[in-house]
């Protein structure tokens, strides 16, 4: 079955450290997404990718990174800058809406949650 | 610019009571809309979405939404209430013009928790 996976599903991470977060998608998905979910809050983009070798911010980028070597792979680094990294990390994927397949919703993974020790 | 809003935060509902949970949008042209569900510690589920034709859309579990262009909104709704459906619900929306840059994604509301009572 095609799908999206995010691991691992919980994250530990030390003060100063940095950790990367996993997603792969075998449903030949253009673009991919990444938001950040505070308790209780909605969904919040850090950063996104419409195509392989590109990326883009969302709206809470700092502290974070990406990239994507892979059509199916878009890791994001939770970087030490990242000062309040304690959240729950969802990952999604979509075909390429800059085309006409444009009532396409998002497929997301089961999420990630870090926390700092 | 494209946008979404939930007006309520918390929606209360007793078990084998109809349920509603209101959404409404601002697109430039025509709107595609989508509900999810959100259990907790996990992803967010497709629940239904519209794009043209009835404005009565029926999903999965039960649920089904109504498009009403005149109140720019898109409630989802469901007869009578399970336990089961407690859970976190979200409206998204998709601008039908791709000419604008926002269109290219969804813009998600801020959620609404669902309580039923048993």
């Known amino acids: 079955d095609g799908g999206i996976t995010q691991s691992p599903k919980y994250l530990f991470r030390k003060e100063g450290q940095n950790v990367t977060l996993s997603c792969e998608q075998n449903?030949?998905?253009?673009?991919m997404y990444w938001y950040r979910q505070d308790p209780g809050q909605g969904l919040r983009l850090i950063y996104y990718s419409q195509i392989v070798n590109d990326f883009q911010k969302g709206d809470i980028a700092e502290g974070y990174s990406v990239s994507r070597e892979k059509k199916e792979s878009f890791p994001l680094t939770v970087t030490s800058a990242q000062k309040n990294p304690t959240a729950f990390y969802l990952c999604?994927?979509?075909?390429?809406?800059?085309?006409?397949?444009?009532?396409?919703?998002?497929?997301f993974g089961s999420g990630t949650r870090l926390t700092v020790v | 610019a494209q946008s979404v809003a939930q007006p309520e935060d918390q929606v209360n509902v007793a078990e084998g009571n109809p349920l509603t949970v209101k959404c409404t949008y601002s697109v430039s042209g025509n709107p595609y809309l989508f509900w999810y569900v959100q259990y907790p510690n996990r992803g967010l589920q497709f629940l239904l979405k519209?794009?043209?034709?009835?404005?009565l859309v029926k999903g999965s579990y039960g649920f089904e939404a109504e498009f009403n262009k005149s109140q720019t909104s898109f409630h989802l709704k469901k007869p009578s209430a399970l336990v089961s459906d407690s859970a976190l619900y979200f409206c998204a929306v998709r601008d039908s013009q791709l000419s604008s840059g926002s269109a290219r994604q969804l813009t998600f509301g801020s959620g609404t928790q669902l309580t039923v009572l048993p």
């Open positions: 999604a994927s979509s075909p390429d809406l800059r085309r006409h397949e444009t009532n396409y919703g998002y497929t």
């Open positions: 519209y794009i043209t034709g009835d404005n």
């Open positions: 449903l030949n998905h253009d673009a």
